[in-house]
């Protein structure tokens, strides 16, 4: 059977989501402050302004529940993929970031 065939819209799965933020932040304690880094994640629909959420890495749990939330609301989920730095308010800018593990391109 083919991807969407089913007539049926994909539902977030929690678990899966957890497990990929996890694979995100596995790596933080590396540079010995993760106890004060924080995930970003930005719910993003198109005509509104994006919902902005901060994370410790101790809440993935917490920031799956709510991915998936606002996902069934019909927004889009986008991490920051790398830390930022303690106490960033608003949306990250590259100067928020802790440290890079992870470098994606965005060519749409």
Not at 30 to 47: C, H, V, Y
Not at 71 to 91: I, M
């Amino acid at each position: 059977m083919e991807v969407g065939t089913t007539g049926q819209s994909p539902s977030p799965q929690e678990g899966a989501i957890a497990a990929s933020l996890d694979a995100l932040t596995r790596r933080w304690h590396e540079i010995g402050a993760d106890q004060w880094l924080s995930l970003e994640i930005r719910m993003i629909a198109p005509g509104s302004s994006p919902i902005v959420l901060k994370y410790r890495p101790d809440t993935i749990n917490d920031a799956a529940a709510d991915i998936a939330h606002w996902n069934a609301k019909g927004r889009n989920a986008y991490a920051c993929v790398n830390p930022l730095k303690e106490n960033v308010g608003g949306a990250a800018t590259d100067a928020d970031i802790a440290a890079a593990f992870y470098v994606f391109a965005d060519c749409d």
